[in-house]
């Protein structure tokens, strides 16, 4: 992975900067770093760390994202997908496409991510509703939902944890 500004030093996990850099920048980066520790073939093993990576690239926007993380069997990532784009308090999830995008991409399994731009991590009562919806659906082609994350500037809170899976 390269940044235009960062290059990766001797010292294995350590970045060196090339030039000054500004907020912009940085949150860029970072948003690239997760990205990559997101890619296709990754193993996910550790919630936390992908609790941590989705904060990353959804926490920041001023409108609702919808998104989803494929994963094949062995929960290796397949992709990460931005699915629908909302405002302020709210976006469109249409199950049919969220099915499609999981057919077209052969995953046998799911994370969920949509981010509160208000930046309360609690799910609301129609982000439940919502889980309930896809989980049925995804259930008839044979995708599980491993879990559903909402991601805030506080933190994020799964589904799963809460037990509402």
């Given amino acids: 992975m390269k940044y235009h500004k960062l290059k990766a030093d001797e010292a294995s996990g350590t970045y060196v900067m090339e030039s000054p850099v500004t907020e912009t920048d940085i949150l ?3 948003q690239q770093l997760a990205m990559s520790r997101l890619s296709k073939g990754r193993a996910l093993t550790d919630p936390k760390q992908v609790f941590s990576h989705l904060q990353t690239l959804l926490q920041y926007h001023e409108y609702e994202v919808f998104a989803l993380l494929l994963l094949d069997s ?3 990532v397949i992709g990460f997908r931005e699915l629908f784009r909302g405002t302020l308090d709210g976006a469109s999830v249409y199950p049919r496409e969220v099915v499609k995008i999981a057919l077209e991409h052969n995953a046998a399994a799911v994370i969920m991510v949509h981010n509160h731009p208000s ?3 609690e ?3 129609a982000d439940r509703t919502l889980t309930t919806t896809l989980k049925n659906a995804l259930n008839m082609v044979g995708t599980r939902i491993l879990d559903h994350v909402v991601v805030g500037h506080e933190g994020c809170v799964s589904l799963a944890e809460r037990g509402l899976l």
């Fill in 28 to 30: 860029q980066m970072a």
């Fill in 74 to 76: 062995k929960h290796r």
């Fill in 119 to 121: 930046g309360d991590p």
């Fill in 123 to 125: 799910p609301s009562q």
